[in-house]
């Protein structure tokens, strides 16, 4: 078994301001999906410019930020914000929901589309590629903070870790950054750089992420305020992505369909 190395979740303390490991997981990862960005609009054919990709990397971080917070809120944990309101802006506390998070960015990227005059599905195609560098860069941040703890494993598991309680556990965060990050990023880079029909980027990335968020959601506590909902085993996480995966699914019955109409 394991022993957490116990990060300081401080990673530069300047005295009149400390800057954790948390938000500059957040700046890795918008930098990161930035410099990826500026490549794919490089390519021969490419319908962006570099002026472009910071544009949508801007109205992305917003939504990121904004609906990852107020949905982290929202979703799991309305009752404490309600006796405390403030919490809402501690960010640095860590408590960002993805699935928020992912809404905060449809909203942005819808409020883009029009102002570039782009299709939402030509602007989501484009920066679906881009999100799993994030969402490893996140995952990377709830490890240092030691958020997310993964269930009891076996002890004599090579990776199992004692984040301090004495209990083997998975390391359920850093499990999700190799999923959620990592895996789904070669995914999409591989399936966007083919020649794919409009809205496939999109599809393949709400089922990947939905599907693996799924399955790793096994290996992770649910929150303690939370616990399992539904059929006394699903966890929230679990209950929010399978909306993901069925609308993915729903994109690809469109795709086909029009497919079909156009032979």
């Known amino acids: 078994m394991l022993i957490y190395p116990d990060i300081n979740p401080v990673a530069i303390d300047l005295g009149i301001a ?5 938000g500059l997981m957040y700046l890795f990862g918008f930098l990161g999906a930035w410099l990826f960005g500026v490549s794919r609009a490089k390519a021969p054919g490419s319908e962006w410019n570099s002026d ?5 990397i801007f109205y992305g971080a917003l939504g990121v930020i904004l609906g990852g917070r107020v949905g982290y809120i929202l979703f799991y944990n309305f009752s404490t914000f309600l006796e405390n309101p403030v919490i809402l802006f501690k960010i640095w506390q860590g408590g960002m929901s993805f699935h928020g998070g992912m809404l905060g960015v449809f909203i942005a990227l819808f409020l883009f589309s029009k102002k570039t005059h782009k299709t939402f599905f030509q602007v989501s195609d484009f920066i679906a590629p881009m999100v799993p560098i994030g969402l490893g860069a996140g995952r990377i941040g709830n490890f240092i903070n030691k958020e997310l703890p993964g269930r009891a494993a076996e002890s004599d598991l090579p990776w199992a870790m004692d984040f301090g309680d004495h209990v083997a556990r998975h390391p359920s965060s850093l499990y999700q950054a190799i999923t959620e990050g990592l895996l789904l990023f070669i995914i999409l880079w591989l399936v966007s750089s083919k ?6 980027v999109s599809a393949v990335f709400m089922i990947g992420y939905g599907a693996f968020r799924f399955i ?20 929230r996480g679990q209950q929010l992505s399978i909306p993901m995966i069925l609308f993915g699914l729903f994109l690809i019955y469109l795709i086909k369909k029009k497919h079909q109409s156009e032979k």
């Open 18 to 22: 400390k800057v954790h490991w948390y």
């Open 52 to 56: 472009q990709v910071a544009d949508v």
């Open 195 to 200: 020649s794919t029909p409009r809205m496939m």
């Open 216 to 235: 790793t959601e096994f290996f992770r506590m649910p929150d303690d305020h939370i616990g399992f909902t539904t059929f006394g085993w699903m966890t």
